[in-house]
Every structure is written in C-alpha cells, then in structure tokens.
C-alpha cells in the first residue's frame, strides 16, 4: 500500500491502496464516484473515461499511480462545465441514451472534444469518439447531439 494524492474533480485527494490498481476502482469503491462505468476491462469500450490533465483516458486500465499529482475529472466534476452543459442539454433533445450505460463515457469523450475543438466537423466527431462503443447503436444521435452542442450560441442558428 502507498498514498497516491491528486486533484479529483478541482479537489486534492489522497487514497492508500495498491498503486497498481486501477482508478476506476480507486474512483468507484474507494471515493464513491459511481458515475464512470466499468465495462470490458479492458479500455476498448469506453464506458469508464475520465479526463486525466483534460485529456480522455480510459480509466479502468490506468493504474492510479500513474495519475498522482495530476489532474483527474470524473462526470460528477463536470456539472458546472459550459460544454458538458450544452451537451447534456442536446443528449435531451435529441433522445440519445436508451438504456444509458455509456453514456458518461460517451459525455466524457464529447466534452473533451468539445474543449479541444469547438466547432467539429462530424469527421471530428467520429474520430473522437471512435472508442466509445454504444450497444444500443445511437452513434447518429451521439453524433448530431455533439454537433448541435457546438453550435449553441452561434448567432446564425
């Protein structure tokens, strides 16, 4: 066992576990954020993406040592995040999740998107989110929602 700090979610943190564990496990069971998803196990699927430093990163094959001293944001960190605002607002409209599982994943991955560029093509868009697999198929609405989202406050909507 070691303590691992880092800043979760614009707040310092310190866990003692094995530094080969897995953040997701470090995130869901020991600080009790339920909001990223473990799925394959693998970081194929993208159900359980974070942002490390603002970069999406599959969490449940990153070991928490990996991340002390950084900068780690799960879904309950973005609330206030305009992105992450505007996107939660067009996944409404547009109807996207139906059972929803990954959708935090699918959230994460937009965001950072959506920081990094603004204004996405839909080839932007597809490449983005190329990791995240949704089983229920709603990549159009996935997509259009996105899309829609970086167009909010545009003056020619």
Known sequence: ??????????????????????????????LKLKGTKFSCGKGLCGACTIHVDGNPTRSCVLPVSSVANLEVTTLEGLQEDKEYQKL????????VPQCGYCQPGQLMSATALLKSNPKPT????KTALSGN?????????????????SKEGDSNE
């Open 1 to 30: 066992m070691s303590t691992i700090s880092f800043v979760l979610n614009k707040e310092k943190v310190s866990v003692d576990v094995e530094g080969d564990t897995p953040l997701l496990w470090v995130l869901r069971d020991e």
């Open 133 to 149: 697999i949704c089983r229920c198929g709603t990549y159009q609405r996935i997509q259009d929602a996105i899309l829609d989202a």
């Open 88 to 95: 939660k607002d067009q996944w409404v409209k547009k109807n």
């Open 122 to 125: 839909e080839g932007d868009v």
